[in-house]
């Protein structure tokens, strides 16, 4: 009989406790599934994986730092990569998984154009925000490049870099200006706005030089150098760019040179060495943070983001903080805030991040609008030197000055 009571008391507290756990499993479960999904398209091997992985350790950094501050109404933000591998087809394939995810609430990058431009009709067709890391403009231009409502873009425009370079020569008095382009779209992007805007920003002579990729540029240089330009814009890819520094400083060494804020300011100075010293670029503040007032908005976001690149996740050995850094982190917050705001709707979202307005980023003080899906004004750029160089002739290194 005690027997009998007892496995009937047994049983009795076994039923109780599958009852208290069944609830309590199903609330583990659902807590699992209720994460806020972001994908995250990057080449994280190929040819451009440095850059990619980059942007992985930076979107992961932003996604800790939300996770840490409460995630999105209480639930945590779940990062989901997926490797693009310089291939737009392998992006296009990985953009038709995440849009058709519809627990995906947003995506971040690609930053490689083709497969920007190649990935941009999941998004449209889906109806899915995404923020996307490429430097060209076409993503968010329309026209015959297609339509943009759902694709936002964070590096900064060409147009905007051209527009404080203007107000730069403007202040300067710099009214003789030499233009070295690539026959590609960024020259003729550059040729297009100093043709339009000169007139503007007080530039009476713009000598262009135009050359194909193949082509060796020496000649022209030389033939412009002894035009008398009182500054040199040089808008071409990394490794032209490189050759004009080098050619240019053979010649003289007092002619400022600016160069395409588009290319990566390290990069320029391990290819370019000494001959990288004293060049010009319009930039975000990254790079010069330390220089700025303490008043300035921006300077204690940068401080906070270096602190924790360098010294908490000891990323600073791989590679050093770029002004590229600051739009992939920025992608992450500006999403954030739109779903703290409005939800993870999607629909929704897109309509609260055009409604952005004054989110003070590393890269900027963003705005954006249903035109305007980049949300960058010259206000949010500096001017900075390439100072000195640093090297044993097989390694460089370089130290930036901001110019006022």
């Given at each position: 009989?005690?027997?009998?009571?007892?496995?009937?008391?047994?049983?009795?507290?076994?039923?109780?406790?599958?009852?208290?756990?069944?609830?309590?499993?199903?609330?583990?479960?659902?807590?699992?599934?209720?994460?806020?999904?972001?994908?995250?398209?990057?080449?994280?091997?190929?040819?451009?994986?440095?850059?990619?992985?980059?942007?992985?350790?930076?979107?992961?950094?932003?996604?800790?730092?939300?996770?840490?501050?409460?995630?999105?109404?209480?639930?945590?933000?779940?990062?989901?990569?997926?490797?693009?591998?310089?291939?737009?087809?392998?992006?296009?394939?990985?953009?038709?998984?995440?849009?058709?995810?519809?627990?995906?609430?947003?995506?971040?990058?690609?930053?490689?154009?083709?497969?920007?431009?190649?990935?941009?009709?999941?998004?449209?067709?889906?109806?899915?925000?995404?923020?996307?890391?490429?430097?060209?403009?076409?993503?968010?231009?329309?026209?015959?490049?297609?339509?943009?409502?759902?694709?936002?873009?964070?590096?900064?425009?060409?147009?905007?870099?051209?527009?404080?370079?203007?107000?730069?020569?403007?202040?300067?008095?710099?009214?003789?200006?030499?233009?070295?382009?690539?026959?590609?779209?960024?020259?003729?992007?550059?040729?297009?706005?100093?043709?339009?805007?000169?007139?503007?920003?007080?530039?009476?002579?713009?000598?262009?030089?135009?050359?194909?990729?193949?082509?060796?540029?020496?000649?022209?240089?030389?033939?412009?150098?002894?035009?008398?330009?009182q500054v040199i814009v040089s808008w071409c890819p990394a490794t032209y760019a490189v050759t004009v520094a080098r050619i240019l400083r053979e010649m003289?060494?007092?002619?400022?040179?600016?160069?395409?804020?588009?290319?990566?300011?390290?990069?320029?100075?391990?290819?370019?060495?000494?001959?990288?010293?004293?060049?010009?670029?319009?930039?975000?503040?990254?790079?010069?943070?330390?220089?700025?007032?303490?008043?300035?908005?921006?300077?204690?976001?940068?401080?906070?983001?270096?602190?924790?690149?360098?010294?908490?996740?000891?990323?600073?050995?791989?590679?050093?903080?770029?002004?590229?850094?600051?739009?992939?982190?920025?992608?992450?917050?500006?999403?954030?805030?739109?779903?703290?705001?409005?939800?993870?709707?999607?629909?929704?979202?897109?309509?609260?991040?055009?409604?952005?307005?004054?989110?003070?980023?590393?890269?900027?003080?963003?705005?954006?609008?249903?035109?305007?899906?980049?949300?960058?004004?010259?206000?949010?750029?500096?001017?900075?030197?390439?100072?000195?160089?640093?090297?044993?002739?097989?390694?460089?290194?370089?130290?930036?000055?901001?110019?006022?």
């Amino acid at each position: 009989m005690r027997i009998r009571r007892r496995s009937l008391l047994l049983q009795g507290a076994l039923i109780m406790l599958l009852a208290f756990m069944g609830p309590f499993a199903s609330f583990r479960a659902a807590l699992a599934r209720s994460t806020v999904k972001v994908g995250l398209l990057a080449d994280l091997s190929g040819k451009t994986r440095e850059k990619g992985n980059a942007v992985r350790r930076v979107s992961e950094m932003a996604v800790d730092r939300v996770n840490a501050e409460g995630g999105v109404s209480g639930r945590l933000v779940e990062l989901i990569p997926l490797d693009t591998a310089g291939n737009p087809i392998v992006g296009k394939n990985g953009a038709k998984l995440l849009t058709s995810d519809r627990e995906v609430t947003a995506v971040v990058g690609p930053a490689d154009w083709a497969t920007a431009m190649m990935t941009k009709p999941f998004f449209e067709e889906t109806q899915t925000p995404v923020m996307m890391l490429t430097w060209e403009d076409s993503v968010i231009r329309g026209g015959k490049f297609g339509m943009y409502e759902w694709i936002f873009r964070l590096p900064l425009r060409r147009r905007t870099a051209l527009e404080r370079i203007g107000t730069f020569l403007r202040n300067r008095g710099w009214t003789r200006v030499g233009l070295v382009i690539t026959s590609d779209g960024i020259g003729r992007e550059a040729r297009e706005w100093f043709e339009h805007e000169s007139p503007n920003y007080g530039i009476e002579e713009v000598i262009v030089k135009s050359f194909i990729l193949t082509e060796d540029v020496a000649d022209k240089l030389r033939t412009l150098v002894d035009q008398k330009p009182q500054v040199i814009v040089s808008w071409c890819p990394a490794t032209y760019a490189v050759t004009v520094a080098r050619i240019l400083r053979e010649m003289t060494t007092d002619l400022p040179l600016f160069q395409c804020h588009e290319i990566s300011p390290r990069k320029y100075v391990e290819m370019a060495g000494p001959d990288a010293e004293k060049t010009l670029f319009v930039s975000n503040k990254m790079l010069v943070w330390e220089e700025l007032e303490e008043t300035d908005p921006q300077k204690e976001m940068i401080r906070d983001f270096v602190h924790q690149y360098r010294d908490v996740y000891r990323y600073g050995s791989r590679e050093p903080v770029s002004p590229f850094m600051g739009y992939v982190w920025d992608s992450i917050m500006i999403l954030v805030r739109s779903m703290r705001a409005g939800g993870t709707d999607r629909v929704w979202l897109q309509h609260v991040l055009e409604g952005t307005r004054n989110h003070v980023g590393i890269g900027g003080v963003y705005g954006f609008n249903h035109e305007d899906h980049n949300g960058l004004d010259p206000d949010s750029t500096v001017i900075v030197e390439v100072d000195r160089v640093y090297g044993d002739g097989r390694r460089w290194v370089g130290s930036w000055r901001l110019v006022n």
